[in-house]
């Protein structure tokens, strides 16, 4: 037995080389879900910019399909919304009074304030709605406070086309002058603007959902505080000192600046840029690395 096969293979087996033992560094590899670096998290959102696109015009044409008059709610809402702040505020309270072209003045603050209120509430409860796509991928968080800014961004389009009709079009029909195409510098800023209070209170909300209850209080206060519906100059007339801390208020900033352009052929005055430009950029970089910072918290 001690001269057969089997014997030449135990010899063999035991009779083999050590094996080479090699060292492996785990500086090479990254935490899973970590949070990436900020300048590296912005790439990876833009890198998915066509991603988010298509994804917002998917939900506007998904959230029409099943109402019989599809599309046209998109309009329908914010005339509506006019039409009833018209009759309570223009006819029955006498707002009216002392405002060139109360329909037009009327109609801009509630179209595009209305842009701002539908990103902020849905912004802050994006991140919740999407706990199942958070802990599915891996993915910029912030993709989904932004995608429905996008969403309400091309929702705004035709309401800006029929606003752009009953203002020019309609009796009594104002002037066309060069001063519209600043119309889109003040919403470019209050895109800004808005998207990064969206991040903002996406964070605020992930981390205590009870504050969504209270984003729709704190947005009807700001929608008095912003001159949707009446004058600063004709309501506190008597309260020179309040009216200034009003008229820094971002959301009058951009209604005031669109409507001198498009109403009352004006052209605003530069602190009026510099104000919305500085609401603008720091909200905007306020918002996201605030929600950058919280990154890994989603989804837990």
């Known amino acids: 037995m001690s001269g057969g096969p089997e014997t030449g293979s135990y010899s063999a087996l ?10 492996v560094t785990l500086g090479n590899l990254s935490r899973v879900g970590a949070r990436p670096p900020l300048g590296q998290y912005v790439r990876l959102l833009w890198a998915r910019r066509h991603f988010l696109w298509a994804d917002a015009r998917a939900k506007v044409a998904s959230g029409t399909r099943q ?17 009833v702040y018209y009759l309570v505020f223009g006819m029955l309270m006498k707002n009216s009074r002392g405002i060139d072209n109360f329909v037009g003045y009327l109609l801009i603050g509630v179209f595009l304030f209305q842009f701002t209120t539908q990103s902020i509430n849905g912004g802050a409860r994006s991140v919740q709605s999407g706990k199942n796509l958070i802990r599915a991928f891996t993915f910029p968080r912030a993709a989904l406070p932004i995608s429905v800014v996008l969403r309400n961004l091309l929702n705004l389009g035709p309401t800006l086309v029929t606003l752009t009709a009953l203002i020019y079009f309609i009796p ?15 919403l470019a800023l209050q895109v800004m603007f808005t998207t990064g209070l969206s991040l903002l209170v996406a964070r605020w909300a992930a981390a205590l959902p009870d504050i969504t209850n209270l984003i729709g209080m704190v947005m009807r206060v700001w929608l008095y505080a912003s001159a949707v519906f009446f004058s600063f100059d004709t309501l506190l007339v008597d309260e020179p000192e309040l009216q200034r801390w009003l008229e820094v208020n971002p959301m009058f900033i951009v209604l005031d600046i669109v409507r001198d352009c498009v109403l009352y052929a ?17 909200m905007l970089l306020i ?12 989804g837990r």
């Open 287 to 298: 918002g996201f690395v605030t929600f950058w910072r919280a990154e890994e918290s989603y």
């Open 172 to 186: 009594p029909a104002e002037e066309y002058t060069w001063r519209i195409a600043l119309v889109a510098g003040a």
């Open 266 to 282: 004006t052209t605003p005055d530069l602190m009026r840029w510099v104000w919305l430009g500085g609401w603008a950029v720091g």
């Open 14 to 23: 035991f009779d083999a080389s050590p094996t080479t033992t090699k060292l």
């Open 67 to 83: 109402s019989l008059l599809g599309k046209a709610w998109l309009v329908l809402n914010p005339l509506v919304d006019g039409a």
